[in-house]
Nanobody, 117 residues
Framework: QVQLVESGGGLVQAGGSLRLSCAAS????????MGWYRQAPGKRRELVAS???????DYADSSKGRFTIFRDNTQNTLYLQMHDLKPEDTAVYYC???????????WGQGTQVTVSS
């Protein structure tokens, strides 16, 4: 089992920055890819950015140039640095870990990000 705990969300004005953290514990050696997803009210959960064990990153078009995903292996923590935030970035942000088996996913409880105009 893997446990994921997000933190760092909050209220920020448009143009501001936030850094989200996802602390992982448990059988983290079994995780191949980790990612950040978000879900706004009335909308489907969507990928924001992902990072594979090998270091490959993938970003949603809306995230490119503004968000950076990275990790600190010494702290078993995944981060999402967000700059130039926009009101449309308002959502609950979730951390996800994908198991090596290809079908087991682990999710955190989410952290709220609210961007005011």
């Amino acid at each position: 089992q893997v446990q994921l705990v997000e933190s760092g969300g909050g209220l920020v004005q448009a143009g501001g920055s936030l850094r989200l953290s996802c602390a992982a514990s448990g059988s983290i050696f079994s995780i191949n890819t980790m990612g950040w997803y978000r879900q706004a009210p009335g909308k489907r959960r969507e990928l924001v950015a992902s990072l594979t064990r090998g270091g490959k990153t993938d970003y949603a078009d809306s995230s490119k140039g503004r968000f950076t995903i990275f990790r600190d292996n010494t702290q078993n923590t995944l981060y999402l640095q967000m700059h130039d935030l926009k009101p449309e970035d308002t959502a609950v942000y979730y951390c996800k870990g994908e198991h090596d088996d290809g079908y087991t996913d682990y999710w955190g409880q989410g952290t709220q990000v609210t961007v005011s105009s």
